[in-house]
Structure formats: C-alpha cells, structure tokens
C-alpha cells in the first residue's frame, strides 16, 4: 500500500452543525504569506526577550545574549547572502510573495540594525551592571588595575603578539581581504616625519580567548588588549585612532538551501565579477570616526544599509565563556534526564519487542536510550547489521565510536553521513573518514539532495533463529551534546511495518531502487507534502461535513505555500487549528474569512523546542493520526532533502504526544503568540501578574516524580 493511499481517520460524529464554509477552491487573497526573512529576525528577537526577561537567571541570561549574536551572524551569512545574490542575478525573492527582492532586503536590514542596536544595549546596560552585582565583571582597559594591565601586559607579550600581523594600506600595500566574522581593529598612524596618515587592520587572533580571564571573575575584551599595546606593533610612528570592526560574508561553501542548484549556478556566473564572498554587513563601534568608516565601506563595497554602529564590544557570541560560569544561583537548576525509559537491567532488545518506547529528550536521557541500544547492538554477537543516518554529531561521539566498534567486530555497518550539513561539512568528512577506516559502509546520499531524515535500523537475529529488525525514528540528530538541550521525540520499535518501510528506505538511499511501498512512513521528496496535505484537506472534508475535526503541529518552521493554503483552507471550514512554531511562520493567523480559526503559538526557554510533530483529528477515535519525524514545512525540507514522518500508533504514546500539543498551545501556558500583522506578542503572566505555566518546567518536574514511581509502562 503505497503512503499516498494510506487510510485517513474515519469520519465521526460532531457537536453541531457546521456554518456555511466557503467552497475548497475559493481564492485565497495574495497578501496572505508572512515575510519569510521578516519572520525570522522576529524569532531572533524573541530570543533577545529571554535575555531581556530579569525572571530568567542571570547567566542563562548571558547565554541568549550569545545565541542571538550567533544567530544574526548565520542569518547574514546565509539569508541575507540569498537575498543579495538575487538581486546580483536579477532572480525575485523565493516563494510566492508580493514583494521585489530590494524591499525585502531594505525591510530586512532595517528591521537587523534596530535589532543589534537593542540587543548592544541589552547587554552594555542590563547585563553588564547585573553581572558587577554579583561580582562578574567585563571592563574595559581603562578600567584595569596597574596591576592587572601588568598582568595582561605580559600575556600579550608571550601569547598574543608573536601571532599579530600588522597590514599597512599604502601604494605599495593594497587594502587587506577582510575574513568574514573576523574581529579586527581599524588602526590610524602617522609618520612624524613626514606627516603621512595611513590606514592599518589587525586582525585579532580567532584562536584566542574572546574575553581574557583574570582573577576574582574579572574579564576584558582580547581587542583592548591589543590596542593597549599598538606603539608595539607599530614603532617609531603615532597611533592616532584605533576602533573594532568585524565583516560578514557570504559564505564560500554554502549553499542557500532554499536556491535550486541551477539557480545557485546562475547566480554564481553573476558574482564571478565581485570580489569573492561579498561582504553582506559591517559592524562598528560607535566610536569610530566618519573617516575611517568612509575608508572601510568604500574599500569592502558594502551597502551603507548593511553598517551597524553599536556599542562595543563587538561580537558577543563569544559570552559563552562567561555563561558556563559553575556558579549555581545564576543558572538553571540542574536536571538530570531520566533513565526509566528502558529499565537499566533490562536488555533493551527485549524491552523494544515486549512494547514500542516513546521517548522525549532531554526530559530522557539519549545516553541511557539511543546511545545504549546503538553500543549494546555493536555488542550483542546475534546482533548482523546496523544501517544509521548521522546529519550531526558531536566531537567525541560514543555513537561513532560503538558503529566503529561494530564493523571492527565483523558486523556489516552502513552510515548514509551528509557532508552538506550547514556548518558541520569538515566534521562529517572527518568522521566518514573514521568510518571507512574501520570497514564501515559509508554513504553519502544522493546528488542535490540531503539526507536529513534520523533513523537508525538494526538486524538481529533471535534465539529461535528469525531475523528481527528493530529501529529508531528520531526528531533530532544523533548528537549527544545537543540532545542535553535540544528537545525531541524519538521511538523504539520493533513493528514489522516500520521495519520494512526503514529496510526500503536505506535501501533507496544506498542502492538508488525505487520504492512507493512505505507502509507507516511519509517520506520527502516524493510522498511528505502530499501526505500531510491530503490530511489537512481530510479534516477540512470532515469539517464541512459537520464531524469533528482538528489540526495540531508543532514544528520549527511552516513557510511552504502548499501546506500553508491547505491549512487556510482547513480554517474557512472551520477546523480548528493550532500551531505550535519555534522559529519561521510565513501563515498570518486570525484574519477574518481565512484563518479565523488558526492559533499560533512559539515557545522559548531553557531547552531548544526541536521536535516535529503533526496530528490530525481530535484524538478520541482509532483513525486519529499523529507523526513525529524529522521535517520542517519548508520548501528545502519537502523538496530537496530526503525526509521523513512515522506514524505513531500506540494509544498510549498518542495521548502523550496530544498532551504536549494542548499544553503548548494552551492559553495558560507561558508563550507568544503570533498576530496577522507578523509581530509575536509574549504572554507570560495572568492578570493577576502571576507567572504562567512553564511547559518545560512542568516536563521536568514531571520527570522527577516519576523517578520515585513504579516501574514505566508502555502509556508513559
């Protein structure tokens, strides 16, 4: 039964009688799509309202003053890259927008420099004074003890100048190429003897601390250091003026996921006259003079619109440093993940045969789950193959090292490792290398297309002699660092369906053959977007019908155009919709006529909302669907990667996953909500000015009283 015929839930009855809904091919109005770069940065800004909040603790505080600040420098790098590479090849703006590629761009910068300003000032104004109360303390050089400047006098003798290179900017020296998110201090000297002025960079190591340390949790910028000790590096001439600046490029590698390959092509023909990997922003501190900026933006040929003047220091990614601080009072209160989802003395083959296992990272612990069943399976001798999708993982990866182990065992291991992952391309071509060294299989997906589904099958055969093959289908990536912080569903089985819709799927990435038999899966590029349309256009039928119906997602980004009308749709019929998105919506909720019936909901916190979920019908009949995989509801996720959703069908689990829905989009729980305008409003205390609900505080508390419960049942 191919995925594109599988049952849909079976109509039932309804509380009342459907209003008269407009018919499914009514027009929709061509302003209905959200801007999609737009909507982002209002994801970035969310984060910066964690950072803002004085509820949440200082240090984690800290902490999303870093992630907003690594955030913006992807989003340059990658969007506002694409963006600039459209104009350059005369290409309109991805998607189905009303919008000219320029306005989105100037909208898009605009929106960017409001946004690093508040965020500089979150930071030199509430942050920083924050931290001095508790005796953490960033300072500027002027703000040192004789002492300490002594002290760092000396490390940047011995540590930092022999790596210094300073680069004149003379006729005989032209302007240096600037490295993208390099930090770099604009220098200005002059010759007395002759009067000459020139400009000067350098470049501050990338390999150093980004704030030194020194004692009693006192920090300083590493640039102030080296300007402190400029009249080394230029002797016998006047340092005149010196300011930090850093440039983001387009990146050299990257592809624009979002841009077909042909396209990229044709765009990269037109860059070939630019200089390699245009600058796409500049930022400055507000100190620097007109003249030095005017010297930069003239030589980097960077759109004025795209110069940000902030208060320094620049380049606070690098807060991390401070954010780990081991002082508990400023911090989240430790978790420990659980460990009940397989019983420690159980063997986990036969845990997975007895019943399915649902789990929930990092409410419960990837180590004593994923990580146990892919290291047990490198163990077990009835234990013949084991097939692993790997997008990401961390540096000193126990699941790397137990497939390893495996081959070396003499199993038979496949890996499908994508090199293309944004970011991670030099780690993966390192651990494939590790692989094939060992004797595994490793291959690397199809052509313009990118492996990014998480599954992983295993072979075994039992005591009785048959072949069993048991298998896990995750959100999220076989990453034990991230699975700390990143939450995520992922499930243990040993149905025989699932089992050979997996097998048929590894063997369509390894062995190019063709399939549409997938019983329990919907699988990108061929069947995902059509299976979850044809289940919206489902509900939206039981809709106008008078049964009940319902719409619940949770994903990290809906901006498909496909799925987007479908669930337009689904509201002019009245189905109730709501959709939890963390990040990216291009859908405009709440606009009468079209979306009148469809919630919007993005929660932010401690742990990074990663899973992908999509339920349909209400939840008390036997054909009501859930499935949780690996895919956004984004044009690259449904068209250019091989993706995929499991049906989830156990009783127990669907109820479990529901409650998570209801309680994420409930209005009693701490959110913010999306309005048809594109501005995200937080709600975050009741009326009478008490906190609401904190979903995942509520899952962690939840996880420790179960530790003190009975053993865990296949409902848990």
């Known amino acids: 039964m191919g995925v594109s015929q599988m049952s849909l839930p079976a ?7 459907a209003a008269a809904q407009p018919a499914a091919d009514t027009e929709l109005p061509p302003e209905r799509y959200l801007d999609r770069e737009e909507s982002w940065l209002r994801f970035n800004e ?58 989105v761009l100037e909208n898009t910068l605009e929106l960017a420099g409001e946004l690093t300003v508040r965020h500089a000032r979150a930071f030199s104004e509430r942050i920083l004074p924050e931290l001095a109360e508790h005796g953490i303390e960033i300072l500027r050089w002027k703000e040192l003890s004789a002492e300490e400047r002594d002290t760092l006098g000396d490390l940047f003798r011995k540590r930092i100048y022999p790596v210094l290179t300073p680069l004149v900017v003379d006729p005989a020296h ?17 010759d007395p003897r002759s009067d000459a002025t020139v400009f000067a960079r350098v470049k501050v190591p990338p390999l150093l601390p980004r704030f030194l340390a020194l004692p009693r949790n006192r920090y300083v910028p590493i640039e102030d250091v ?17 300011h930090a600046f850093r440039v983001t490029r387009i990146r050299d590698l990257e592809v624009d996921e979002d841009i077909t390959e042909n396209l990229l092509q044709a765009m990269e023909r037109e860059l070939v006259r630019r200089r390699a990997e245009p600058a796409v922003r500049l930022e400055v501190e507000d100190t620097m003079s007109a003249d030095v900026l005017d010297k930069l933006v003239t030589e980097l040929g960077i759109d004025t619109r795209a110069v940000y003047r902030v208060p320094g220091p620049l380049d606070l990614s690098g807060l991390s440093i401070i954010a780990d601080l081991n002082i508990g009072e400023l911090r989240y209160p430790a978790f420990v993940p659980s460990a009940r989802a397989i019983p420690e003395e159980m063997n986990i083959f036969t845990a997975i045969t007895e019943h399915d296992i649902l789990l929930q990272h990092p409410y419960d612990s990837f180590a004593a789950s994923v990580e146990r069943l892919i290291e047990e399976a490198a163990e077990d001798p009835g234990v013949l193959a084991i097939k ?53 299989h ?49 499930l243990l089985t040993a149905d025989p369906a699932i089992g050979e819709d997996v097998t048929a799927l590894f063997n369509h990435l390894t062995g190019y053959s063709r399939t549409g038999a997938y019983q329990r899966l919907l699988v990108a590029p061929e069947y995902l977007r059509d299976g979850v349309v044809s289940r919206i256009d489902r509900q939206a039928e039981r809709a106008r019908a008078g049964q009940p119906s319902r719409i619940t997602f949770k994903t990290n980004a809906l901006v498909d155009e496909v799925v987007v009308d479908a669930l337009y749709r689904a509201s002019q019929a009245g189905v109730p919709v709501d959709l939890w998105v963390r990040g990216i919506c291009a859908l405009r909720p709440g606009i009468a006529g079209l979306s009148d019936t469809i919630r919007v909901r993005s929660v932010l916190g401690r742990f990074l909302e990663h899973s992908r979920v999509y339920a349909f019908g209400p939840g008390d009949d036997e054909d009501s669907q859930v499935f949780i995989g690996s895919a956004d509801m984004m044009h690259r996720n449904l068209d250019r990667r091989v993706e995929l959703l499991v049906q989830v069908v156990d009783p127990g689990h669907q109820r479990r996953i529901r409650r998570l829905l209801d309680l994420g989009v409930d209005d009693g729980t701490s959110s913010w909500w999306l309005g048809p305008d594109g501005h995200w409003l937080r709600h975050s205390r009741d009326d009478a000015g008490k906190p609401l609900r904190d979903v995942q505080e509520t899952l ?12 865990a049942s296949a409902d848990d």
């Open 11 to 17: 109509a039932e009855g309804h509380d009342g009688p």
């Open 46 to 103: 969310r984060v910066l309202e964690l950072a803002e909040d004085e509820s949440v603790p200082l240090l984690e505080r800290v902490r999303f003053i870093a992630i907003f600040a690594t955030n913006l420098d992807e989003f340059f790098m990658v969007r506002v890259a694409g963006l600039v590479r459209r104009m350059v090849a005369g290409f309109p703006v991805e998607g189905a927008g009303v919008r000219l590629p320029g306005q």
């Open 174 to 190: 032209p302007f240096p190429f600037i490295s993208g998110l390099s930090l770099n201090l604009a220098v200005m000297i002059a």
């Open 226 to 242: 080296i300007a402190a000790h400029l009249t080394d590096l230029f002797g016998g001439v006047d340092v005149i003026e010196h």
């Open 388 to 440: 692993q999708t790997l997008y990401r993982t961390s540096g000193q990866s126990p699941i790397v090292d137990a497939l390893i182990d495996a081959a070396e065992a003499g199993k038979q291991v496949v890996v499908v490792v994508e090199i293309k992952a944004r970011f991670d391309e030099r780690a993966n071509i390192a651990w494939a290398r590790k692989l094939e060294e060992a004797g595994c």
């Open 442 to 490: 490793v291959v690397y997906g199809f052509v313009g297309l990118k492996t990014h589904c998480k599954m992983a099958l295993i072979v075994r055969e039992e005591s009785d002699g048959t072949l069993r093959r048991y298998c896990h289908l995750g959100t999220g990536n076989y990453h034990p660092t991230t699975a700390r912080f990143y939450e995520d569903f992922g």
């Open 700 to 711: 962690v508390r939840e996880r420790r009283v179960r530790a003190m419960d009975v053993p």
